[in-house]
């Protein structure tokens, strides 16, 4: 799974250097970022590649309330055309989720030892993800949400945790963002098709395990 991330440290220039983003909407910034906050994503609309802010949670269009589903922060890849859930985004509601680097714990007995997990490139990490809007028919209310894509745990992640957040390289970056393909069975090839390791991890302390912490203190390496 993946249900905690940083984005501290990207800039507009290096998104706009790197994904190829006609426009770049106002994010936050933080080391410790937890489901139901803001996070930043990719969508194309219109031949038009932008990067705004979207809820970390998919609510889908036809939820009748926004608060019903609370855990829909991961989507497992191998299921995205199975559930309700998931499967009217992975037709033509497709995002990349950017990060600097995500977190996952190891189970040690009764404790959890956390882990910063990162690009070994020191580039922006782009998640496969979906993303959907939501509107409230009574006050007019829209949330755009998203979901960050989760596949079977390769290389090193193997020895912290079963599952990871589906990493992208750029020659796939047009394929998936591109809402006019729909071929489902090639979008689930892409995200669990074998991959070079690209990622790097130490251990961080405990600090970052309380969501309402934030700061570089979240990263030093222990």
Partial sequence: MCGRISTAGISADILKAHFDIDSVFPFTLSYNVAPTLQIPAIIEQNN??????????????????????????????????????????IKSKR??????????????????????????????LAFAGLWDIW????????????????????????????????????????????????????LQDILIAPKEDVLEMYPVSSYVSNSRNDGEECIERL
């Fill in 48 to 89: 038009i590649r932008k990067l705004e802010a979207f809820r970390w949670g998919l609510i889908p269009h036809w939820a009748r309330d926004k608060n019903i589903i609370a855990t829909a922060f991961n989507a497992r890849a191998e299921t995205l055309t199975q559930k309700p859930l998931f499967r009217g985004s």
């Fill in 95 to 124: 995002c990349l989720v950017l990060a600097t680097g995500f977190y996952e714990w190891q189970k040690r007995g009764g404790k959890k030892q956390p882990y910063y997990i990162y690009r070994s490139d020191k580039r922006p």
């Fill in 135 to 186: 509107e409230d028919n009574i006050t007019g209310e829209a949330i755009e949400s998203c979901t960050i894509i989760t596949i079977p745990a390769t290389h090193q992640m193997t020895q912290i945790h079963e599952r990871m957040p589906a990493v992208l390289e750029s020659e796939i970056f047009d394929t998936w963002l591109d809402p006019e393909f729909n071929e489902t069975e090639v």
